[in-house]
C-alpha cells in the first residue's frame, strides 16, 4: 500500500534555484527508507513536503489519501497528526520539563491531560527516559534530548515517521541508540523515513531503501530486503 507518492515535483525558490527537481517515487506501508546527499542536496526540503510544511512548485504529493493539490487548509492539522518529525536540534520547549514536552503533543490535539500524561510516561519508559521526566531539557545529554524529540513523535502513534538528521548534534554511541529505536518503531509497521549525510549508517540496517538526492534531483533509488 502506497503511504506517499512524489509525481514530478519540483520545487523553485526565487524563481531560479531548484530545491526539487522532477522528483517521482512511491514509498509503501512500513518500509524503512534512508534519504542520502550531501548538504544542500533538498533533503529537507523533501522531508517538508511530506508533512505539507512546504507545497510543490510544480507536481503533486500524495500522502496518506491527501494530495497537495487539493487538500484544505484545515485540513494540514489532521494530516500531521499522522506523521511524527523529528528534527536535528529536537525543538524541545526549554521551559517546559520532559513530561509536558511529550504530553503537549496530545494536549494540542484535545487529548484530555490525564490521558496525555500516561501515554507519555509509557513512551518515556519504553525510551529508558522514565527517570527523567521531571528534568529540563537543559539538564539532558544530546542523546536524552532526542529521545524526548522521538517520544513527542511517537506518542501519537504517527503512520509515518520522519527524522531529519537525527544524529547530527549527538555522539557515535548515542547515535547508535536512536538508530535502533527507529529500527524497532518500523519493526512495528511504521513507515520511518531518514534523511542523513552519514552514509555510515546504512550498514547497520538490513532492511531498507536507500533514495540518493543531488542538487534536488533522484540520481538513484535502491532497495535492499531480505528474500
Known sequence: MSYITFEKVSKVYQNRWFAL????????????????????????????HIYLKEFPSS??????????????RHEVPFLRRKIGVIFQDFKLLHDRNVLKNVTIALEVTGVPSGVARERAIEILRELGMADKISKMPNELSGGEGQKVAIARALVREPFILLADEPTGNIDPDSADEILNILKRVNDRGTTVIVATHNYAFLDKVVRKRVISLQAGKVIKDEKFYIK
Open 21 to 48: 527537481e522532477d522528483v517521482s517515487f512511491e514509498i509503501d506501508k512500513g518500509e524503512f527508507v534512508f534519504i542520502i546527499g550531501p548538504t544542500g542536496a533538498g533533503k529537507t526540503t523533501l522531508l517538508s
Open 59 to 72: 507536481g503533486e504529493v500524495q500522502i496518506l489519501g491527501y494530495s497537495s493539490k487539493t487538500i484544505k
